[in-house]
DNA sequence: CCACGATGTATCGGACCGATACATCGCACC
DNA sequence: GGTGCGATGTATCGGTCCGATACATCGTGG
């Protein structure tokens, strides 16, 4: 997932680890709280090795040569390869069960603008049908099995029973959105969001990667 | 956290992994999907080696001495000793920055019954806390950086951002519930729940470790 | 002048997951 | 009568990610 998100990020500007932490914080603030550089930093040596990313030179041409003063300990600052893209259009493009789960389609979500419509659309429907068994799951508890559990646990399914169903609706317009035309409208009732003016969705000109 | 839960779950009775793995998704069904066996079992050797649960032994009564026929290679059933009882005691009290976060707070609300009326508002205010943090950075984010974000991120935003907030006033009514008096009836608008009859709270009689 | 917060890179131990393996039992279907 | 399949049951392995920690630089305000 980190690996998706940092190739994802890196497509739209060089950045060294810090920033990608900011960038990533912001990206994803919904579903998670923030990166851990434990997590961070092993992720990019790991990309780094595999060839997905490079170190860029930090020279901003005017840079004369002041050689090993402080031994020049700063920051690294890493592009993405064409090989990297590659693996990112590979990664972005593939469905399956870890792509419904909350913190992978959080991720996959946040990319969408660089996903093709067909793709969109299962990973919205694999979703809603991952919430639609946990909400199904959560009924039966409420129902069935509701005396063998203690009044707080209940409050506590009762709760997360709710948001099953808000988020079903949510995908249901989504989905709704997806097929008829382009990208996420998603009506409001006041609540929440600032000014919204326009926020025009990318026209429907498929984000691709170059194959040149 | 799996630590927790497995001693909360022991408290109420003996069980083998297998079923402790039902209970465990039953109980925490809201929050986590399901726990995976590659958690629970090491989990399990590390709980008994620190001397807070033991093997029982699974003979009722009934069980002629048939010998190594196939090896009787069972089920193992796990109690919880009275060290473990103390242990879990120790962790249900303990409120801190771990116990607000998604996970850690949905561990100890469904074992709030288990909490003493201090603690169970401690974590409700810190959780709220947390995501009242949460919800001020999103709000933020879709106010000043909104033009820098595509329509599918903003969309994600808007959608945490709904979900701080009716966490929130969730929170709030708990809190509130909390202080004036006893247990989570959180009104309802009908939707999401079953029959909800009466759930009779647990008395306001603190459930204590027994200190013979 | 120096303390403090933001910026910045990095490692380590531990928690937890997903895949996998394997064995038993009961029941439905052929 | 057999046979295959789903539920029950225990267990390990590799890998991802987190939280704590360490340490160095820079600008700013007291």
Redesign the pocket.
């Given at each position: 997932?980190?690996?998706l998100a940092i190739l994802g990020l890196l497509q739209e500007a060089p950045m060294?680890?810090?920033?990608l932490r900011k960038e990533l914080t912001a990206k994803l603030g919904a579903i998670?709280?923030a990166?851990?550089?434990?997590?961070l930093?092993?992720?990019l040596?790991?990309l780094q090795a595999a060839g997905w990313i490079t170190e860029a030179d930090e020279t901003p041409a005017t840079a004369e040569e002041v050689p090993a003063l402080?031994s020049r300990?700063g920051?690294?600052v890493y592009e993405i390869t064409a090989e990297g893209k590659e693996r990112f259009a590979q990664l972005i493009a593939q469905t399956g069960?870890?792509t419904y789960?909350d913190t992978g389609f959080g991720v996959h979500f946040a990319f969408f603008s660089r996903t093709d419509q067909a793709t969109r659309l299962r990973i919205l429907e694999g979703r809603r049908r991952t919430i639609e068994e946990r909400r199904e799951g959560l009924r039966d508890m409420l129902g069935r099995a509701a005396e063998r559990l203690d009044a707080y646990t209940l409050e506590l399914q009762r709760h997360g029973l709710e948001a099953c169903e808000r988020e079903v609706r949510w995908l249901e317009e989504l989905i709704a959105n997806e097929r008829s035309g382009r990208a996420p409208t998603v009506p409001h009732d006041g609540t929440a969001g600032g000014p919204r003016q326009d926020n025009s969705p990318p026209p429907p000109g498929e984000t691709r990667t170059e194959r040149p």
């Open positions: 997932m980190l690996e060294h680890g810090y920033e998670r709280a990166i851990s550089y434990g997590s930093y092993p992720t040596r790991r402080t300990r920051r690294v069960p870890e789960g």
